[in-house]
């Protein structure tokens, strides 16, 4: 009888280690995964992977490292659920299962040569993480770099360490802002839309990533299109429940899209007539 071969597929599950594991929160973790036999998981900026965590379930999470780094990948974790908090409890070792990369990043090809104004609201920096890091390994490609992160407080901001450079950096503008003010917070305070009028941008040439709850998009995208940013040059990440990843369990459809698969990076101009998308 002839062996038949199964190759890798949409459908096939990845084996992937977890090679260590930091606390970024209370809530959050981040994983370093690296996939069995060396395996490059090959994403773009902006992709999610489905994890399986045996037992549990499987769930989409965005990746959050830049695709420059070959031997493993991140993903930042909120404990919300069955099988997040199943893998919560996992342990440096342990193994998971990955199926991906899915859907559509920031179109890399398109920014380059341009100025980016990344806006982040709350758990919207980890898919960003991607982003950034990857514009840092590549800066000589890129023009002007701006980068506002808004959070609920100081207790719930990621990536304090990464931060702390980004900060450093003569190449970068960072701002962040807290929507409530503790007694360690000595910066600004209020909604992450209020640091976009403090920034100087050139409308032609500049590209918005923005990703955060779906109650920052349209305060946020006013404030764009009062700076003259072109409509086609806004990138947002819509958020939905993907049961597949594969466009075809339908639970992320918004009309005729399917945002694991035509998203989940889309340019406003594309989804503004779509009120399911907001």
């Known amino acids: 009888m002839e062996k038949i071969i199964l190759k890798d597929s949409a459908y096939s599950i990845k084996k992937g280690t977890i090679l260590g594991i930091k606390q970024m929160t209370e809530s959050e973790k981040l994983f370093e995964i690296a996939l069995e036999g060396g395996k490059r998981l090959d994403h773009e900026p902006g992709q999610f ?20 780094n070959n031997d493993s ?13 199943t893998l919560h409890k996992l342990k440096a070792g342990d193994m998971i299962g990955i199926r991906g990369p899915f859907g559509k990043g920031f179109p890399i090809g398109i920014l380059k040569g341009n ?4 806006i982040a609201c709350g758990l919207g920096l980890a898919p960003l993480r991607s982003l950034i890091r990857f514009v840092f390994d590549k800066r000589q490609d890129f023009g002007k770099i701006h980068i506002l992160y808004g959070c609920r407080n100081s207790a719930n901001m990621l990536f304090l360490d990464e931060i702390k450079e980004w900060r450093k950096r003569n190449d970068v ?40 709850p779906p ?14 940013v072109p409509e086609r040059q806004i990138l947002i990440s819509l958020e939905r429940h993907m049961k597949c990843g594969v466009g075809k369990c339908g639970h992320c459809q918004i009309q005729h899209l399917y945002c694991c698969q035509d998203g989940p990076v889309f340019n406003y101009e594309a989804i503004k007539h779509l009120k399911e998308a907001f």
């Open 49 to 68: 992977v489905m994890v399986s965590v045996f037992g549990a379930g499987e769930i989409p999470i965005s990746v959050s490292s830049s695709p420059a």
């Open 215 to 228: 109650a920052v998009y349209k305060p946020a995208i006013k404030e764009l299109l009062s700076r003259n």
């Open 173 to 212: 503008y960072f701002e962040s802002i807290v929507d409530q003010a503790t007694p360690d917070w000595a910066g600004k305070v209020g909604l992450v839309t209020t640091l976009i009028p403090g920034i100087q941008i050139d409308p032609d040439r500049t590209f918005v990533a923005l990703v955060g």
């Open 115 to 118: 100025d980016l104004l990344i």
């Open 73 to 85: 990948f991140d993903l930042c974790v909120r404990a919300a659920g069955k099988v997040t908090n």
